[in-house]
Structure formats: C-alpha cells, structure tokens
C-alpha cells in the first residue's frame, strides 16, 4: 500500500510519515485511519468526504480554512480554486491533456498540399506513393485524408 516512514528529527517522540502513490490507496488508508485517529479525524473526514464526491475541491479547502481560523488546525488560509467534484475534476484535466497531445500532433501541411494530396488519392494512389511523392509518413498522410 505504502512506506512507513518515522522522522525523529522534528518530533522527539517518534513522529511517523506514510507516502502512498495510488488514490485509492490513500482512500483505503483515510478510511481504516479514521476508527483510530482522534486529532486528525475531521481532516480525514474532509479528505473522504471529497474521495467520495461528496464535496468540490474549494469546499474541502473551506473546511480546512476553517479548522485553521478555529485554531484546531495550523497552517496558513489558502485561496483555491477547485470548483468540481474529484471525478469531475479528474474527467476535464483528462480531456484537457488529450487536447493538447492532439494539438502536439496536428498535422502542420499547407493547405495546398493538402488539397494535393486528397485530389491524387482520389485518382486512386495509395499512402505509400503519396508518402513518397510528397515526402510526409504515410502517418500524416492518413491523418490529411481523414481531416485531422
């Protein structure tokens, strides 16, 4: 699930650190912690509670602002803005990220070229002989047939 850590250098009693790399680790982790916490319990609380879609982003924050204003928390206040749910959030930074690797990938031919392209390959040439002739991959030749 994780490593243990224990940092002995900032608290003289044996402080431990847990690093854990999957989401749903760390929820499976937040969940089992909570029957044995007592000061970090409403932290955990708002940490499933947004695991679970129950909260956006900028409410979880909210709530963490505000154990730190009670004084319950340390910390400073943070400005966030995280309007969604984390599926919500998660699906747009997906799209997001394959926009820009489709961006990354365009095809940059002139459109004259294009319209070249297209007038041979309805004469019936192949991608192989467009490849050559216009000296593109047969890859970029297939993504200007397409319109990508």
């Given at each position: 699930?994780?490593?243990?850590?224990?940092?002995?250098?900032?608290?003289?009693?044996?402080?431990?650190?847990?690093?854990?790399?999957?989401?749903?680790?760390?929820?499976?982790?937040?969940?089992?912690?909570?029957?044995?916490?007592?000061?970090?319990?409403h932290d955990l609380?708002?940490?499933?509670?947004?695991?679970?879609?129950?909260?956006?982003?900028?409410?979880?924050?909210?709530?963490?602002?505000?154990?730190?204003?009670?004084?319950?928390?340390?910390?400073?206040?943070?400005?966030?803005?995280?309007?969604?749910?984390?599926t919500e959030g998660?699906?747009?930074?997906?799209?997001?990220?394959?926009?820009?690797?489709?961006?990354?990938?365009?095809?940059?031919?002139?459109?004259?070229?294009?319209?070249?392209?297209?007038?041979?390959?309805s004469t019936g040439?192949?991608?192989?002989?467009?490849?050559?002739?216009?000296?593109?991959?047969?890859?970029?030749?297939?993504?200007?047939?397409?319109?990508?």
């Open positions: 699930m994780g490593r243990v850590l224990t940092d002995k250098k900032t608290d003289p009693r044996t402080a431990y650190r847990i690093e854990i790399s999957s989401i749903h680790d760390v929820f499976r982790t937040a969940k089992e912690m909570m029957r044995y916490s007592v000061k970090k319990s609380e708002i940490l499933i509670d947004y695991l679970e879609d129950k909260i956006t982003g900028d409410e979880a924050i909210s709530r963490f602002n505000d154990e730190v204003r009670s004084g319950r928390r340390s910390g400073i206040i943070c400005i966030s803005n995280l309007p969604h749910i984390r998660v699906r747009m930074t997906k799209q997001e990220n394959a926009r820009r690797a489709r961006a990354a990938h365009a095809v940059h031919v002139d459109s004259s070229t294009e319209y070249l392209i297209r007038k041979d390959h040439m192949g991608h192989y002989s467009l490849s050559r002739k216009y000296k593109l991959s047969e890859s970029i030749i297939r993504r200007v047939l397409r319109g990508d």
